[in-house]
Structure formats: C-alpha cells, structure tokens
C-alpha cells in the first residue's frame, strides 16, 4: 500500500503564491509519473500538471507561465510552485502518482491520489 500526503495549501490573495507538496510513502519500488489535479466547486477534476521519473513535464494551458512542477526522486516527494494566482485558481489540488510497487508476487503498478488540499484565492 502506498499513500500520499499533501501540504501547503491555505488562503491567499491574487497575485500571491503557494507551494504545494506531496509525499509518498510505503511499498514502494519506483514511482513513473507524479502530478496534480485540481477541481473546483461543481466541476470535474482536472490535470493542472505532471511530471516523469525523467523530469519531462505536462502543463494545463491555463497556468502555463505561472506553476511550476519539480520533484525530488530521494525523498519521493513532488511539488507545485504556484505564482500569480488568480481566484480561478481556487480549487481541491489532489497529488496523484503511478507507482511501481514492491509485493510478494511482484511489482504490480497502480494509480494513488492524496486526500486533497484546498486552495483558496482571495480578489
């Protein structure tokens, strides 16, 4: 079983900045694409960004410019510098992660999700 524990998130007023951060922990043997997702009151969810074991990254247009995605394969650990926030910005932000995990039987893989933090932009 793996988990994951997201912190960071809380108030602030458009044009400030958060950083989120997520870390994974339990039977793990590698972790291929680590990410955030985002949904806002009433809507679905959706991707906000991505990245790989190998650093390529997936950005939603909307915060293009303004998020930026890292991770820290030592400490299994990912991260989302949010600048320039604006109030649509506001939303649940899920860490999601494909592990590779460690069993008796094998190395099955599956998809995790953290358990969300909100994130609220004030105007």
């Known amino acids: 079983q793996v988990q994951l524990v997201e912190s960071g998130g809380g108030l602030v007023q458009a044009g400030g900045s958060l950083r989120l951060s997520c870390a994974a922990s339990?039977?793990?043997?590698?972790?291929?694409?680590m990410g955030w997702y985002r949904q806002a009151p009433g809507k679905q969810r959706n991707l906000v960004a991505t990245?790989?074991?190998?650093?390529?990254?997936v950005y939603a247009d909307s915060v293009k410019g303004r998020f930026t995605i890292s991770r820290d394969n030592a400490k299994n650990t990912v991260y989302l510098q949010m600048n320039s926030l604006k109030p649509e910005d506001t939303a649940v932000y899920y860490c999601?992660?494909?592990?590779?995990?460690?069993?008796?039987?094998?190395?099955?893989?599956?998809?995790?999700w953290g358990q969300g933090t909100l994130v609220t932009v004030s105007e």
């Open positions: 339990g039977s793990i043997f590698s972790i291929n694409v």
């Open positions: 990245i790989t074991g190998g650093d390529s990254t």
């Open positions: 999601y992660a494909v592990v590779t995990t460690t069993t008796a039987w094998g190395h099955p893989q599956f998809q995790y």
